[in-house]
T-cell receptor
Framework: NAGVTQTPKFRVLKTGQSMTLLCAQDMNHEYMYWYRQDPGMGLRLIHYSVGEGTTAKGEVPDGYNVSRLKKQNFLLGLESAAPSQTSVYFC?????????????FGPGTRLTVT | DAKTTQPTSMDCAEGRAANLPCNHSTISGNEYVYWYRQIHSQGPQYIIHGLKNNETNEMASLIITEDRKSSTLILPHATLRDTAVYYCIVRVGPHSGYALNFGKGTSLLVTP
């Protein structure tokens, strides 16, 4: 199993450009999450999904949109990138088993907005 | 949601036990304590979690005080590869899809 994969690994955008980050998991997990991590900080939740076709806002959702059209994929979109969105983006997934909810993280996408 | 307090940094000699403390004095009765670690900006890695009882797995042990207001993660024989940022997290409830509420964590340096 590949676990959680993220595409791309690195990207540089100019202010105002748009892009989509792709997260894929092959563990048949119901829950998926997008976090961002700024230098020296912990991860902050952007959006999450508890199942195919459903999404919800996290702690810092402004400037981002998400879609979960297939159970294994969770897309994060930036419609008009801003320098404040320079960060490392992590995707994670977890089973819906109430005894654990252990999250599995991808390797991250490093985004720079100039 | 319960918040956690951890020391900013700690050192540990290779081969010795690393004891990482965490305070979560506002934890609710049904909230779990999770520990994750992040090695050199990789994606965080799950270590262990618990509710009331002490827990042990192949990576670490988790000791939770009887009043559940604090816990300690124990790495019994630290190696250089255990150098990482360790996050103590009280799991957010179903209103946020059981997302993890990360703080700044403890930066553990294991020295030769």
């Amino acid at each position: 199993n590949a676990g959680v994969t993220q595409t791309p690994k690195f990207r540089v955008l100019k202010t105002g450009q748009s892009m989509t980050l792709l997260c894929a998991q092959d563990m048949n997990h119901e829950y998926m999450y997008w976090y961002r991590q700024d230098p020296g900080m912990g991860l902050r939740l952007i959006h999450y999904s508890v199942g195919e076709g459903t999404t919800a806002k996290g702690e810092v959702p402004d400037g981002y949109n998400v879609s979960r059209l297939k159970k294994q994929n969770f897309l994060l979109g930036l419609e008009s990138a801003a320098p404040s969105q320079t960060s490392v983006y992590f995707c994670a997934s977890s089973p819906s088993d109430s005894s654990s909810y252990e999250q599995y993280f991808g390797p991250g996408t490093r985004l720079t907005v100039t | 949601d319960a918040k956690t307090t951890q020391p900013t940094s700690m050192d540990c000699a290779e081969g010795r036990a690393a004891n990482l403390p965490c305070n979560h004095s506002t934890i609710s009765g049904n909230e779990y304590v999770y520990w994750y670690r992040q090695i050199h900006s990789q994606g965080p890695q799950y270590i262990i979690h618990g509710l009331k009882n002490n827990e042990t797995n192949e990576m670490a042990s988790l000791i939770i005080t009887e009043d559940r207001k604090s816990s300690t993660l124990i790495l019994p024989h630290a190696t250089l590869r255990d150098t990482a940022v360790y996050y103590c997290i009280v799991r957010v409830g179903p209103h946020s899809g059981y997302a993890l509420n990360f703080g700044k964590g403890t930066s553990l340096l294991v020295t030769p």
